[in-house]
């Protein structure tokens, strides 16, 4: 039977686990009101399980103390009682579709912000600064740490109380455990610290404490480390002597392994592997610790498809697979594998969207399907057939924006047709995905391209929708998702002109795309600070250029997540990239056969120059409205949308009250019967989520 | 002239076939004994003919008259003809005038039914042999017409020397011709040898309860066990004198109608197989020859003439050919179409089981995957060679009951070995949602299920089959239940009908068994499940042949889409008739090439309905439907189709007494 492996059942504790997939603990920022689980966690975690998902771990870094601060995160507070009633629901929610449903508990120590809410004292074994989140922690005393061992226990119990199916202490990202157990961090010379027994102690006790407060018939694992990768921290081994140490204990139920310590910025890159990693990239450190101890070993890092936790199981390298991301992407990947429909399964594309909005306290959601942790919203992730009748429905862009369009409104039924000007699908993803690195986004297009083929989308590819093609078609919606173009002309001293010929700058998508050849010395002016600066950066310097970066902004990356950012900035230190701040692009100007770049100083207002071959400017993207305009005044509704409809996920009114005219009636000449929608970067320039978000919270009532 | 002429040409057509009838009977003699009641046999014979056989050719009105007047005209002119010219009675003062009309009457309606008969064979469809056949009209012109001419002169409504004339030595020669096809013909071959050799087969049938009575019939669809203990019963068959007696009797019953050929999913398909070359071949056999003079369609790709055998010698060459091609008989997918439709009652399906055995047991020669299936079943008792202790593994949320927990139920759920199977899996979560909202008190053996043996069996591996079986029974034998209720038609007929043969002392193993459609049926009529009213498009329903021709069941799943709500759109070949899916008698397996896929003819017969959907109650019809490419229609089991409808039922019980809550502590979705 294929995937056999990942539908073995597996024994935790007491607990029988369905399959061997995992969604992993992770902080979904949704926990907001106070700690408290609110209806869009419960759902959350109800539709994975609905999915079919086996496992789920929810509450990346819960606490279990009062001075380990929730707020920032939005995760669980488990300091309290009144967590009881909230768990008991969502215990409920998830055993009805059959899945299992634990919560990670955890004291944060160092990790964390002091600078609101409580305005509390961190802790931590030693008082050393953690660079991350720039905290500044107390040493921690005796009594604080007996006070927190007896909380993990009342936290464990907490859990437990409301139905939940188990705890995971988290010994990991260097939380208050692990804090204890590095020697990079815990300098103590007491019975807490120094030699290896000392630095176990302060877990050891947590474990024993949390034991003894829920039993033996409730599943209490750990999650830890494989390696810190750092030569003061915690190596492999290390970690494999703990691993051994603990399950000697009989009282640990499993283990999670994760690679890679995260108290630097580099190093958490390396927690949830982004795009640039091969798959599974620390397999082997989890595969290490499964070695030795004798309990499940479950391993989330970069794996994202059945086929690839198939082999892992079946391979006996971990006893369970993460895929929480995979999980975030599509909930219902299990089901989709049972249902054979493996070819609809949305991949996840390691975009890291979900994971870079957290680390800026913002909700966990998903670049690609905005129906992820919306599901209380009413946001389907299953689109139902339209009861109201067909409609012609024309979408003209193949970006984002206007593939979910055309998906969501084909999966409603209705008789679809896509306008695309490139050859392709995928608009900007098709360019973004250029650049080193940087190809697995175009996961993002394929999904697309396979779903629309599946619905029968009429794809008109290299196709310019004009006025009258669109009007020949007599739709009855039409959406236009046209993006928009590089703003190259916000300055003219820039020397834009749309005669590539004449002029002086270049965009970022006229190099990633190939139109324009890589130069030799080239200076890239970045106003957004997002991902196409560097992505172009890398690309030339990859292809052989003498490179600078400079922005205005703080520094270049600086609006690329927290998780995405240090694999960027590896690869263009080691191509040497230049990367300046605080300059803006004040002139360009040719001289001789080469180009001179004026630029000013932010504070002081000096300016400098710099004599390359190429200048490339990353100013955004100004909206293509031009196809709007013209069809906004014949629209029935004006290319209006009703905002307060949109935000409450309700129907645009306007369509029903095109739904209560009689079909089939004779139209006036133009086809004037049609509602005009715009969504994407036609719009204002957002990113792919916006995009992929106005479509289906505006599509999926066609 | 003619009265002297006539009782010499009667006695000597009747004693040449008398001796032709005593050679006919050596032949079949050299099959294996069968034990028959002999004298019971003959007596109930009338009744099988008049009742049974007629019940299957009155399915077409036209033949089926035609039959009765030209085979009672017959029957009656052949008696009376023997009483007026053959013993004289005809001159006698007081019987002549009465045995002479009724004999001008008699022959008088077999006349008309010849003409029948012969417009029949003027543009005769495929599935009709030719030959001799299309004499066969003339011929009974030539009797009919002639004893009536004949009996004319008797009484004396010609002439009395119109006897005497060159028009009476005429006369005389159309008797002869006459004589010769019905009376010689009939023991010595040619088209009428249907009579002599039906009317036996009848009465010697090896499926005796087949049979109506007049309690009323049942279904015998089994297949028999092979005796693996008796040393000197050869495993299966593998010369035509290894088949019984009375089944080589069958075969020479044959009247070559051709409905067997036109329902066979296999002929359709251009594999080679024809269920009436098949029958064909094994009276080529019982005398030995080769098959040149068939004169109706071969089997497909297999000219005619190329194929010998002997009663003793082999039937599949062990090398090169014989009587029949091995993948002739592994084209079959048992669907019983051929014994449904068969006038004459013959089992093709024993025959080609019987001859897969010999080839599976004897020859270790089950083709293509064949073999690696029975060294999985031999090897991890089921089919797939799947870890047998990963039975339950998809039910692993479900919290199933254990027969070895609980040790008796209401009813025990047989999984099938489609609990191994990803799409199966989504029919069992939702034919145990159904019953868990029923309330229905059940059980699973989960892991110490095996397979049914039905593929082995159907595969020739008898004694695998045996093995399981009897494994399976000694489970069963250890726990309480009322009944058996199973999503898989085939684990249903083997269980309820295939399993009692092999029961022990001590050990029975007669079960009840029901399929799910026919227990959510009688659950739906106990008001213990309440639908939504139906949304989806049309639908139609697939009969499964081992639910359906098997066990006669065709109503139950039709009467749960009605109370689904659905309207059914009914395929053209639908019921008894209908199409099988190619999945059954291990087909799938062996795979044997055709021209077409079976399945793909089915899902176009599923598109001709204008269904959408096509609801079916066998995980086999569900695989093979779904591997349709391109398929027009949804699959879908009924037991999902119901889960998908469910709404709380009318909670109130009988005694009015609330019911338990249910803990919902299982897995509500289906997946």
């Known amino acids: ?181 590095s020697p990079r961090v815990n300098k103590r010379e007491d019975q807490w610290g120094g030699s290896f027994e000392n630095r176990m102690r302060f877990g050891m006790e947590v474990l024993k404490a949390v034991r003894a407060e829920v039993g033996d018939d409730f599943v209490v694992g750990m999650r830890i480390c494989g390696d810190e990768f750092h030569p003061d921290g915690l190596s492999h081994d290390d970690m494999k002597q703990i691993a051994a140490y603990y399950d000697a204990t009989g009282q640990v139920d499993f283990f999670g392994v994760i690679g890679s310590g995260c108290d630097t910025h580099n190093t958490l890159a390396n927690v949830i592997p982004n795009m640039s990693y091969p798959p599974e990239p620390f397999l082997h450190l989890a595969a290490g610790i499964k070695a030795v101890v004798s309990v499940p070993v479950i391993h989330a890092q970069n794996i994202k498809d059945p086929n690839q936790a198939q082999r892992i199981l079946e391979g006996g390298h971990v006893d369970l697979v993460g895929m929480t991301r995979a999980h975030i992407a599509d909930p219902h990947l299990i089901a989709k594998i049972k249902m054979g429909q493996i070819d609809q399964i949305k991949q996840c594309v390691g975009a890291n969207y979900c994971i870079d909005r957290q680390y800026q306290g913002l909700d966990v959601l998903c670049i690609q399907n905005a129906a992820t942790s919306r599901e209380y919203l009413g946001l389907p992730h299953i689109i139902e057939k339209s009861e109201n009748p067909k409609r012609k429905v024309v979408v003209v862009g193949g970006g984002p924006g206007g593939m979910e369009a055309a998906r969501v409104a084909a999966e409603r039924g209705h008789d679809v047709t896509l306008f695309e000007v490139a050859e392709a699908l995928g608009g900007q993803i098709t360019i973004a995905a250029k650049a080193p690195n940087r190809d697995q986004i175009a996961g993002i297009t394929r999904w697309y391209q396979l779903e629309l083929a599946r619905l029968n989308v009429d794809l008109r590819l290299g196709t310019r929708a004009d006025e009258a093609a669109l009007l020949d078609l007599r739709p009855d919606i039409v959406v236009l998702a046209t993006g928009g173009q590089p703003f190259l002309s916000q300055r003219p001293e820039w020397g834009y002109s749309e005669e590539s010929e004449e002029s002086l700058v270049v965009s970022t998508w006229d190099i990633l795309s190939g139109k324009v050849a890589p130069g030799k010395n080239v200076l890239i002016y970045d106003a957004i600070c997002e991902f196409s600066g560097v992505s172009v950066a890398d690309f030339l310097a990859d292809k052989g250029a003498k490179v600078e970066i400079v922005t205005d902004d703080i520094k270049p990356g600086a609006a690329v997540g927290g998780t995405t950012f240090p694999t960027y900035y590896r690869s263009l230190y080691e191509k040497e990239v230049i990367m300046t701040s605080d300059l803006m692009l004040h002139k360009v100007y040719r001289e001789g056969d080469g180009l001179v770049a004026v630029l000013e100083n932010e504070y002081t207002g000096g300016l400098e120059e710099r004599v390359v071959d190429q200048v490339v400017v990353e100013n955004g993207v100004r909206p293509d409205e031009a196809l709007y305009y013209a069809l906004k005044e014949q629209s029935r509704n004006k290319g209006q949308l009703d905002l307060e409809a949109l935000y409450a996920i309700q129907p645009q009114p306007c369509l029903g009250e095109e739904r209560g005219e009689e079909r089939g009636e004779e139209r006036t000449e133009g086809g004037d019967g049609f509602l005009l929608f715009r969504l994407g970067d036609c719009t204002a320039p957002r990113n792919t989520h916006a995009a992929i978000y106005d479509a289906l919270r505006l599509c999926k009532d066609f | 002239m003619l009265e002297t002429l006539l009782p010499i040409l009667i006695f000597s057509a009747l004693a040449l076939a008398a001796l032709g009838a005593s050679r006919r009977v050596r032949l079949w003699r050299q099959g294996r004994p069968s034990s028959v009641p002999i004298l019971k046999g003959l007596a109930a014979m009338p009744r099988r003919y008049l009742v049974d056989l007629h019940h299957v050719v009155g399915r077409d009105k036209v033949m089926s008259n035609t039959h009765v007047a030209t085979a009672g005209g017959f029957v009656a002119a052949a008696v009376l003809m023997i009483l007026v010219h053959g013993l004289g009675l005809g001159s006698s003062e007081s019987m002549g005038p009465i045995l002479g009309g009724l004999l001008l009457a008699a022959s008088a309606a077999m006349f008309v039914g010849s003409r029948f008969v012969a417009r029949r064979r003027r543009n005769p469809p495929a599935r009709l042999s030719r030959g001799p056949w299309m004499r066969l009209p003339r011929s009974l012109m030539a009797f009919s017409g002639g004893v009536f001419l004949a009996t004319l002169p008797t009484l004396g409504l010609l002439p009395d020397d119109f006897g005497s004339g060159v028009l009476a030595l005429m006369l005389a020669a159309v008797v002869v011709w006459g004589l010769g096809e019905m009376v010689f013909g009939m023991t010595w071959g040619g088209p009428m040898k249907h009579a002599f050799a039906g009317a036996l087969h009848l009465a010697f049938h090896r499926r005796p309860e087949r049979f109506s009575s007049k309690q009323g019939g049942r279904r015998s669809t089994g297949l028999k066990a092979l005796d693996l203990d008796d040393e000197t019963a050869p495993l299966g068959v593998g010369t035509p004198s290894d088949f019984t007696w009375n089944q080589l009797l069958g075969f020479d019953a044959c009247v070559q109608c051709g409905r067997c050929e036109a329902v066979c999913p296999a002929f359709a398909a251009g594999q080679p197989l024809n269920p009436k070359k098949l029958i064909q071949d094994m009276v080529v056999g019982l005398s030995g020859g080769s098959d040149a003079s068939y004169t109706g369609s071969p089997h497909p790709g297999k000219p005619v003439g190329e194929h010998y055998g002997t009663p003793y010698g082999p039937i599949v060459g062990l090398a090169g050919q014989a009587l029949v091609d091995a993948e002739t008989l592994w084209s079959c997918t048992t669907c019983r179409a051929c014994v449904e439709e068969c006038p004459m009652m013959i089992e093709h399906v024993d025959a080609i089981v019987d001859m897969r055995r010999h080839l599976t047991l004897e020859r270790g020669q089950t083709p293509n995957k064949g073999a690696g299936v029975l060294d999985n079943l031999i090897a991890t008792d089921n089919p797939g060679g799947f870890d047998p202790g990963s039975r339950l593994h998809w039910a692993a949320d479900l919290n199933l009951p254990l027969m070895a927990d609980v040790k008796q139920a209401e009813v025990l759920l047989w999984l099938g070995d489609g609990a191994f199977d990803m799409r199966n899996q989504r029919t069992l979560r939702a034919l145990v949602k159904v019953l868990r909202v029923a309330e229905v008190e059940f059980a699973v053996l989960g892991t110490e299920e095996r397979d049914s043996g039905d593929v082995a069996r159907r595969l020739g591996d008898e004694a695998t089959f045996q093995r399981l079986a009897r494994r399976n029974i000694a489970t069963l034998s250890k726990y309480r239940f009322q009944r058996i209720v199973t999503c898989d038609p085939h684990s249903f007929h083997v269980l309820g009908n295939e399993y009692g043969e092999l029961a022990e002392p001590g050990i029975p193993a007669q079960y009840e068994v029901r399929h799910h459609s026919t227990f959510i049926a009688e659950l739906y009529d106990a008001g213990r499940l309440a639908f939504a009213p139906w949304k989806g498009g049309r639908v139609t329903y697939h009969d499964p042949c081992y639910l359906g021709r098997y066990n006669g069941e065709y109503e139950a799943p039709r009467r749960v889409l009605k109370a689904l709500g659905i309207e059914l759109k009914e395929m053209e070949r639908s019921g008894f008739r209908s199409r099988c899916c190619g999945g059954g008698g291990g087909a799938p397996i062996t795979d044997i090439p055709g021209e077409r896929r079976i399945p793909d003819m089915r899902m176009n017969d599923v598109k001709e309905s204008g269904a959408g959907l096509v609801a079916v109650g066998c995980p086999q019809c569900t695989a ?48």
């Open chain 1, 1 to 181: 039977m294929a995937f056999d492996a990942i539908f073995e059942p597996i024994q935790i504790g007491t607990l029988t686990i369905r399959n061997r997939v995992v969604s992993t603990a992770h902080a979904e920022v949704y926990a907001t009101d106070g700690g408290m689980t609110t209806e869009r966690y419960v759902r959350y975690y109800a539709e994975k399980a609905r999915g079919g998902c086996g496992l789920c771990i929810c509450g990346g870094s819960s606490v279990v103390s009062i001075d380990s601060p929730q707020g920032w995160w939005s995760s669980v507070n488990l300091a309290t009682d009144r967590i009881i009633p909230h768990f008991q629901n969502l215990a409920d929610a998830v055993h009805r579709h059959g899945g299992k449903i634990m919560i990670q508990i955890t004291h944060m120590g160092r990790r964390s912000r002091w600078d609101g809410f409580d305005w509390p004292t961190l802790l931590s074994p030693s008082g050393i600064r953690e660079p991350v989140h720039r905290s500044t922690c107390k040493t921690i005393e005796e009594e604080e740490i007996w006070r927190i061992i007896g909380d993990f226990a009342q936290a464990a119990r907490r859990a437990k109380e409301g139905g939940l199916d188990g705890v995971e202490l988290s010994a990991v990202h260097q939380h208050l455990i692990d804090q204890f157990w």
């Open chain 2, 624 to 671: 093979m439907l779904e591997g349709v490419v391109d398929a027009s229609a949804e699959v879908r089991d009924i037991a999902e189709l119901v889960a998908d409808a469910l709404v709380e039922p009318p909670s109130v019980n009988a005694t009015g007494s609330p019911r338990e809550p249910v803990v919902k502590a299982t897995a509500e979705e289906v997946l």
